[in-house]
């Protein structure tokens, strides 16, 4: 199974046709099957795509008479089989990498379909205009994916009723029974907006991927003038979509609304003499079926296109005094039935079958309402049970670590990560697992204590503590325990009766251990963050892809990090990883690879990259304690840019490219850009120094001398 099936309906488009199909076949994703529905023409399009497809077997080409490109698409959508489905219009053109992001887009959300941005060609001025109005990128959510609940404005608006600047999951497509209306015109608004309303997840990729041509003069857009009506019935069958979907009363204002805004326009972009005509079926029927007519001007959203309506109503009071007691009488009960389709229009059948599948819709609703909370309640009792599972081994476990422990001396490590697989997300953790790799190698049993478990009392022999963003109480019923804490984040969130708490506190900078020598009673000893130097080191696996590109590994913390927005501003190759960016930088998105790097993909990542961009917390500057990612990535020997402070320039006097000011920052990035070799070199220089001096192995044994010297 190809990852996409892309189906071009094809007719009388020998000029552009070849520019449409080098976009296809040059894509970057490969996977893809290539579907040609020649649609009868009578030009050499049909020569044009045989020459392809002997050059390409990924080329399918399927013969019809002449239908209309939605009756095309259908016929190639029976054809198709790969996973997701993309349409393009043989006079239009897509970016090389359209099918690789979007691709990659969808299976990383799950998406049911991606959309992208498009823009236009003007073939005569061989020029490429922007259209913002594709997407309205106010009107989605910071984040992604979301469905039609989660935008502001009117769903039918938020992207435009066409398919080719979508990806479609197929199993979703054939799950609906979407299909394209088989008319000349307005034949994918179905189609979309179904989708639009139906999917469970939309996500979108923020860059201009597919070019529409404007002035092809036999351009699928062309055939409006002899099929003007065509929008009309692509209105009447999204209106009954909605009903069969039970979603016509959530999203009927916005539907009127949306077909007040696309009659208006099938208006205003059509010429005499058929502009007349549609102003005689707005004006004698279609304004009233289409539920427009009636409605006060509050109801919609755009005022102006209530005036215009008003203008082509003109004078339809006094009309209405010279109308059949019949057609008084029917426009009087539609506005007082409150019913989907009026009794008027002896449709009794349809509403009955209406209701029926709304009762249905409740049914399954209720029931699943039921199984959910039947999850919920087994969910529950589980994570009951394992709490007084969990406890019940708390009094088995100090005898049963002392038997496996067998002699050794006992060391708890109180990691501030969450247990289970939330843990993974945790830099602690994996800075608690170098610490238990290297305590192991010194001859100690030791243990990792999540959250979770911060209540066991192990009767250890030291406790070590990674004190970050939560507190921990010493559990003083081990008498001959020595607990340590080892503050490396968050200094300002501890207070001085906390540190009194503990044995032995260890201060992630120097500068802070002085500080608070003369604050605290207790011992106060320096212990500066570390890398693991046997992980991260220069030699082993790399990531070719991200050779000479920027990076950064971070969340946003809830603000902007000016690190990463000055270099997105600036338009090097940034890639960036964590969560909150999407909604940070919505005119940046395309610099976001995802919202989480795993832990052990680092290494491969620092190898090669060009360079990393990093800052820190506030607090940690003021204290000068440095953040383990300047460690890791110069193990890696991969140069850094960074905000520093007094200590950190100490260490590392010119093998980081250091900022305070958007202007410094600037003129790091032109140090790499300029200079590069030498940089390097620098970064390369640093991890001899590193593993003696700020590796895991070094911490490991000073922890040990501290426990021997302060041991009770």
């Known amino acids: 199974m190809a990852k996409v099936s892309v189906i071009i309906p094809v007719y009388n488009v020998e000029p552009y046709l070849k520019q449409c199909m080098d976009s296809v076949v040059g894509q970057t994703l490969k996977d893809i099957e290539i579907i040609c529905v020649d649609d009868g023409s009578t030009d050499g399009s049909l020569d044009i795509l045989k020459e392809y497809a002997t050059e390409d077997s990924r080329i399918q080409i399927i013969e019809q008479k002449n239908a209309g490109a939605g009756a095309a698409r259908n016929n190639g959508m029976r054809h198709a089989t790969g996973k997701y489905l993309s349409f393009l219009d043989s006079d239009d053109f897509f970016e090389p990498r359209m099918l690789e992001k979007a691709y990659d887009l969808a299976e990383k959300d799950q998406a049911d379909f991606v959309a992208y941005k498009s823009d236009q060609y003007h073939t005569e001025k061989k020029q490429f205009v922007s259209a913002d109005w594709v997407i309205h990128e106010n009107e989605i959510p910071p984040y992604h994916p979301f469905n039609h609940r989660q935008m502001t404005g009117n769903v039918f608006k938020v992207f435009v009723g066409w398919a080719w600047d979508k990806l479609f999951l197929k199993e979703f497509v054939d799950k609906h029974h979407l299909t394209f209306q088989e008319q000349r015109t307005s034949n994918d608004l179905l189609f979309v907006f179904s989708a639009v309303v139906l999917a469970k997840k939309i996500s979108v990729v923020p860059m201009v991927l597919a070019h529409q041509r404007r002035d092809a003069k036999d351009s699928l857009s062309k055939t409006r003038e002899y099929s003007w009506d065509c929008f009309y019935h692509a209105l009447m069958a999204l209106r009954d979509r909605l009903r069969e979907e039970n979603l016509y009363k959530e999203l009927e204002k916005d539907y009127i609304n949306y077909a007040l805004h696309f009659s208006l326009w099938n208006y205003n972009t059509l010429s005499e003499p058929t ?80 209701i029926k599948k709304q009762l249905k819709e409740q049914e399954k609703l209720i029931k699943l309402q039921q199984k959910n909370m039947q999850e919920m309640q087994k969910n529950l009792k589980e994570y009951i049970e394992q709490e007084f599972v969990r406890r019940e081994n708390w009094a088995k476990m100090p005898a049963e670590i002392k038997r496996v422990a067998d002699g050794r001396k006992i060391w708890v490590i109180k990691c501030p990560a969450t247990e289970g697989e939330a843990k993974f997300f945790w830099g602690d953790y994996y800075y608690a697992v170098a610490l238990q790799k290297y305590l192991e190698r010194q001859n100690i049993y030791a243990i990792i204590d999540n959250r979770q478990d911060w209540g066991c009392d192990e009767d250890a022999d030291v406790v070590l503590v990674l004190r970050g963003k939560y507190f921990y109480h010493p559990d003083r019923r081990n008498a001959k325990c020595l607990y340590i804490m080892w503050n490396i984040s968050h200094p300002d969130m501890i207070s001085k009766a906390e540190y ?170 032109q140090k790499v850009e300029n200079d590069y070799e030498s940089v390097k070199a620098k970064a390369m220089e640093q991890y001899e120094m590193i593993k003696k001096e700020y590796s895991f192995e070094r911490r490991v044994e000073e922890l040990l001398e501290i426990a021997e010297r302060y041991k009770k």
């Not at 509050?298 to 005036?307: A, I, L, S, T, V």
């Not at 109308?323 to 009794?348: E, N, S």
């Open 500 to 669: 009194e708490l503990y044995d032995v506190v260890c201060a992630a900078s120097r500068h802070m251990a002085e500080e608070l020598k003369d604050k605290i009673s207790v011992p106060v000893v320096p212990l500066l963050q570390c890398t693991d130097t046997e992980i991260f080191c220069p030699e082993g696996e790399t990531k070719k892809q991200y050779n000479g590109q920027y990076i950064f590994i971070g969340s946003t913390r809830g603000v902007m990090r000016d690190c990463v927005y000055w270099a997105a501003e600036a338009g090097v190759p940034l890639h960036v990883w964590g969560s909150g960016w999407y909604e940070m930088m919505p005119e940046h998105k395309e610099v976001v690879d995802g919202t989480f790097m795993p832990n052990e993909k680092l290494p491969a990542l620092y190898r090669s990259a060009k360079v990393t961009l990093n800052d820190h917390w506030k607090d940690m500057l003021d204290n000068q304690i440095i953040n383990n990612r300047i460690f890791d990535a110069l193990a890696c020997g991969l140069p850094v840019i960074s905000d520093g402070c007094e200590e950190m320039k100490e260490i590392f006097p010119d093998a980081v490219l250091y900022y305070d000011t958007k202007e410094e920052f600037d003129a790091c990035i």
């Open 275 to 354: 502009k007349t005509k549609l102003k005689d079926k707005l004006r004698g029927e279609w304004f009233r079926e289409l539920g427009i007519e009636g409605k006060s001007k509050d109801y919609f959203y755009n005022k102006q296109e209530f005036e215009q309506y008003l203008k082509i109503m003109g004078n339809m009071k006094k009309e209405n005094k010279t109308m059949g007691f019949k057609q008084k009488l029917k426009r009087f009960l539609r506005k007082i039935v409150p019913a989907g389709r009026t009794y008027i229009d002896k449709k009794f059948k349809d509403q009955e079958k209406y």
